[in-house]
């Protein structure tokens, strides 16, 4: 299947979608991790993970289909799948304990 071009609205607008995916990701992850530091619960250390796989799909699957020129539809598939995992050690988050 070939590669087919966004046009650059559509880059611009993913770019900052997964920027800002990236920083609320990040800033989830962060305080998220902070908790954990100060309960030692096993819940916010999967919780921590879980946001940690969910924000590092986003970034990756945007690296790759911007800078390393992969066709969208696998780094959709690259994203999608780390979403689930992290979606998957989240829900796994609300039941330890």
Known sequence: MPHTTASPTVT??????????LVLGGLITYFSYKAY???NSPALRAL???FSIV????LLAGVFD??????????V???ATLTFIGFAVITYSLYVE
């Open 12 to 21: 611009t607008a993913l770019i900052i979608v997964k920027t800002g995916i």
């Open 66 to 75: 911007t800078f390393l020129d992969i066709p969208l539809a696998l780094g």
């Open 55 to 58: 924000t590092f799909g986003a």
């Open 48 to 50: 921590t993970v879980g």
């Open 37 to 39: 530091r100060s309960t």
């Open 77 to 79: 598939l690259i994203d």
